[in-house]
């Protein structure tokens, strides 16, 4: 991940039960069934194996540069890579390793790689109906595979992003994305209502700023305690806090990191930390704030809307944050601890 920020888009497939069950029983498409893999996003340039390197654009200047940054995220493989999801299929609520490794243009396992915010690599995994959030540091082995423990609440259809830069001089950032399913009874959830307020582990974080389409926007996040604000934010993957935009329906992915970051001499340790990010186009996003205090990370969640659009349904409450219980990584040969595993 970067300081600039990076739009990832691909198209929704969830599957609909009506009421039975996710990926067990019959009734249901076959291709979520126990012991079929979700299908690829063929219409969106995935393959079975590694491609040809394609050129791509560099971002536009700042942090709010897309207009020449191709969607990433939707593809399995892009720029000859491959991300190769061998846990393709999970039981919701039940505690299980997810293992992936990331392939070169010849197939051969990627074991080198540029650490940027501390990491070789970044794990996003965010359900389809954007209640579920998790923002993952897995740990790598020393043949190239990765693996993080994860345990998701809900049966659904969910989206892996493994967001890298290969090592190498001039080698560019790359997300690839791949699809996760969790067996159990699915019960869809609606998207919650846009609230600039989102309150998470006894903190509140309020929202200040709008997204714009096309057009670079400040968000300003304020954190505060029991009323008071929290201006001593402890460092999180070398800034004060983090923040990922998925936009509903397709999840279209934005990472952006913040305006300044610790021991520059100008940005404070909160309670406000500043974002400067674009939306790719008007609709409904959902934004996950991850900051850290009191040696504990937290998660705030918010539901925005860009530009007009058109009135949403009826929306459930704000869902009540939920994280990890610190164990979805252990040490691995990257040198990183792996604890910060956290969700929503």
Do not use: C
């Not at 990472?255 to 940005?267: A, F, K, L, R, S």
């Not at 937290?298 to 219980?325: K, L, M, N, Q």
């Amino acid at each position: 991940m970067h300081t600039g920020l990076r739009i990832t888009a691909f198209a929704a497939a969830l599957a609909a039960t009506f009421g039975t069950a996710y990926g067990v029983g019959t009734g249901v498409d076959p291709l979520v069934a126990d012991g079929a893999a979700p299908a690829p996003h063929d219409e969106h340039g995935a393959s079975d194996g590694p491609r040809e390197p394609t050129p791509r654009p560099k971002e536009g200047g700042g942090h709010g540069g897309h207009e020449s940054t191709p969607p990433g995220g939707l593809q399995i493989s892009e720029g000859g890579y491959t991300l190769d999801l061998a846990t393709s299929r999970v039981t919701a609520g039940r505690r299980t390793e997810l293992r992936f490794t990331v392939r070169d243009a010849s197939g051969a396992a990627v074991t080198a790689y540029q650490r940027e915010h501390d990491k070789e690599l970044h794990l996003v995994l965010a359900s389809r109906d954007l209640v579920t959030y998790r923002h993952l540091h897995p740990t790598r082995a020393a043949d190239g595979t990765w693996s993080t423990p994860v345990d998701l609440p809900a049966a659904g259809g969910y989206r892996v992003f493994a967001d890298f830069t290969p090592a190498g001089e001039g080698a560019e950032n790359l997300t690839l994305g791949a699809d996760l399913a969790a067996s159990g009874r699915y019960e869809p959830a609606r998207l919650p209502a846009p609230d600039g307020t989102a309150r998470t582990d006894g903190y509140e974080v309020e929202l200040d700023g709008s997204l714009r389409p096309g057009k670079a926007s400040e968000l300003k996040l304020k954190v505060s305690r029991d009323g008071r604000p929290v201006g001593d934010l402890q460092p999180y993957l070398g800034a004060y806090g983090h923040l990922v935009a998925l936009r509903s329906g397709d999840l279209a992915y934005l990472h952006v990191h913040p305006n300044g970051e610790p021991g520059d001499g100008t940005t404070r340790p909160g309670p406000e930390v500043s974002f400067t990010a674009t939306a790719p186009s008007a609709g409904t996003y959902r934004l996950f704030l991850d900051f850290r205090h009191g040696g504990e990370v937290h998660t705030a969640a918010f539901t925005v809307r860009a530009g007009s659009v058109p009135d949403a349904p009826e929306t459930a409450p704000a869902a009540t944050p939920e994280h990890t219980d610190g164990t979805d990584g252990t040490d691995g040969t990257d040198g990183t601890d792996g604890t910060d595993g956290h969700g929503h």
